[in-house]
């Protein structure tokens, strides 16, 4: 015991970071300089790792006002030019077009401002409204609204719950068949189903799909693919980023894929109570 005491202080009174290992190759031993060394390099590579998660979050949030506003810009622009040439040529105007034209850009503005008051209030909202929903009713209600335009094929399990906020549930299928509707030749197919302790609700259509190199674009938000999501469809830009958001904050997933009948198919994925 005397032996291996002062061999210890021996090792503790090594000035230099040192460890001791057995013949087989591991670790028996470490002085305090060695960990002095170690504890440093890993708050080294922790302050790297946060500096480099903070420009990118900064990177984003840029990116993101900038988006903003050229987006909000674009109708304002739209505005100032048809009042301006109003007021140098008013014999000039038709003036109920003009009426109609303001009429659609004011929306088009309002529309994007509540869109981005959404974004920023998703998990605050979720935290004062979750309670037991149940999903099978919220889809059938949504899909019934959509049987006026396209042929809706509908397959539902009865009674799948989830817990939830209904508007903020209510609004990502809106978007989800929104945008089927956009894009589909023809007919849409809504299933839902429980598996694997979850609730998953898959919205597909007929059209011409997305390509692989653009499934995690579209989800960014005002992004908009060239022929397909162009502003003459309308939308604000922000349909897929709210849904995916407010998937997120349910703690599950929206991705998409290829659909059977060979366009897109968008699954949700949320976890089930029953």
Same mark, same amino acid.
């Given at each position: 015991?005397? $032996?291996?005491?002062?061999?210890?202080?021996?090792?503790?009174?090594?000035?230099?970071?040192?460890?001791?290992?057995?013949?087989?190759?591991?670790?028996?031993?470490?002085?305090?300089?060695?960990?002095?060394?170690?504890?440093?390099?890993?708050?080294?590579?922790?302050?790297?790792?946060?500096?480099?998660?903070?420009?990118?979050?900064?990177?984003?949030?840029?990116?993101?006002?900038?988006?903003?506003? $050229?987006?909000?810009?674009?109708?304002?622009?739209?505005?100032?030019?048809?009042?301006?040439?109003?007021?140098?040529? @008013?014999?000039?105007?038709?003036?109920?077009?003009?009426?109609?034209?303001?009429?659609?850009?004011?929306?088009?503005?309002?529309?994007?401002?509540?869109?981005?008051?959404?974004?920023?209030?998703?998990?605050?909202?979720?935290?004062?409204?979750?309670?037991?929903?149940?999903?099978?009713?919220?889809?059938?209600?949504?899909?019934?609204?959509?049987?006026?335009?396209?042929?809706?094929?509908?397959?539902?399990? @009865?009674?799948?719950?989830?817990?939830?906020?209904?508007?903020?549930?209510?609004?990502?299928?809106?978007?989800?068949?929104?945008?089927?509707?956009? $894009?589909?030749? $023809?007919?849409?197919?809504?299933?839902?189903?429980?598996?694997?302790?979850? =609730?998953?609700?898959?919205?597909?259509?007929?059209?011409?799909?997305?390509? @692989? =190199?653009?499934?995690?674009?579209?989800?960014?938000?005002?992004?908009?693919?060239?022929?397909?999501?162009?502003?003459?469809?309308?939308?604000?830009?922000?349909?897929?980023?709210?849904?995916?958001?407010?998937?997120?904050?349910?703690?599950?997933?929206?991705?998409?894929?290829?659909?059977?009948?060979?366009?897109?198919?968008?699954?949700?994925?949320?976890?089930?109570?029953?």
């Amino acid at each position: 015991m005397e $032996h291996s005491a002062d061999h210890a202080a021996l090792f503790a009174a090594i000035p230099g970071p040192c460890l001791v290992m057995s013949p087989d190759l591991n670790i028996v031993a470490v002085n305090q300089a060695y960990l002095d060394v170690c504890g440093r390099r890993r708050e080294d590579v922790l302050g790297r790792h946060v500096s480099h998660d903070r420009t990118q979050l900064l990177g984003r949030q840029r990116q993101f006002a900038a988006d903003a506003s $050229h987006e909000l810009r674009t109708p304002l622009t739209a505005l100032r030019v048809q009042v301006e040439a109003a007021q140098r040529h @008013p014999d000039d105007i038709d003036l109920p077009d003009l009426l109609k034209h303001v009429t659609d850009d004011l929306g088009r503005l309002e529309d994007i401002v509540d869109d981005l008051l959404l974004l920023a209030t998703i998990e605050s909202d979720l935290d004062r409204s979750r309670e037991e929903v149940d999903l099978t009713t919220l889809v059938e209600t949504a899909a019934a609204q959509c049987v006026q335009t396209h042929d809706v094929r509908l397959s539902v399990e @009865p009674a799948v719950t989830v817990q939830a906020a209904s508007g903020q549930l209510a609004r990502l299928l809106a978007n989800l068949l929104d945008n089927a509707l956009r $894009h589909a030749a $023809h007919r849409l197919k809504v299933d839902l189903r429980r598996t694997g302790g979850h =609730a998953e609700l898959a919205v597909a259509d007929d059209g011409e799909g997305i390509s @692989p =190199a653009d499934r995690e674009r579209i989800f960014d938000r005002f992004v908009r693919l060239d022929t397909a999501r162009s502003r003459d469809c309308g939308g604000t830009g922000l349909g897929l980023a709210i849904a995916r958001d407010i998937a997120q904050a349910h703690q599950g997933t929206l991705h998409v894929e290829d659909a059977a009948d060979g366009g897109a198919c968008f699954v949700l994925r949320v976890p089930l109570v029953r």
